[in-house]
């Protein structure tokens, strides 16, 4: 059971990039998946979530309209396509699966996801 993320790099504000998180010895499908990210000096924090069978995804107030999640069942991997980014964004992403989306942007919600990948830095910045 392994989830890899992919997709980071440095780009200015205003830009965008598309993270991938594909999973391995499971299918993605069946679970819920959250993207968390952690700043430095900052507790991680779930930003956005697609139910188990995509029917439903759930957003933070500061990424909405700015960030959306998808799945690709062929390929066993969700992905995060981020919009107008700021230097606020910066942070290692990571995504983790779960029950539901139940909890995943409470404060210390990440206890309730399992299977983290290594995570994939994003920066934004001129």
């Known amino acids: 059971v392994q989830l890899v993320e992919s997709g980071g790099g440095l780009v200015q504000p205003g830009g965008s990039l598309r993270l991938a998180c594909e999973a391995s010895?499971?299918?993605?499908?069946?679970?819920?998946v959250v993207w968390f990210r952690q700043a430095p000096g900052k507790e991680r924090e779930g930003v956005i979530c697609i139910s188990q069978g995509g029917r439903s995804t759930h957003s933070r107030d500061s990424v909405a309209g700015r960030f959306t999640i998808s799945k690709d069942n062929a390929k066993n991997t969700v992905y995060l396509q981020m919009n107008s980014l700021k230097p606020e964004d910066t942070a290692v992403y990571y995504c983790?699966?779960?029950?539901?989306?139940?909890?995943?942007?409470?404060?210390?919600?990440?206890?309730?996801?399992?299977?983290w990948g290594q995570g994939t830095l994003v920066t934004v910045s001129s």
């Open positions: 010895g499971f299918t993605l499908d069946r679970y819920a």
């Open positions: 983790a699966r779960g029950a539901t989306c139940n909890y995943y942007s409470d404060k210390g919600g990440s206890r309730f996801f399992e299977s």
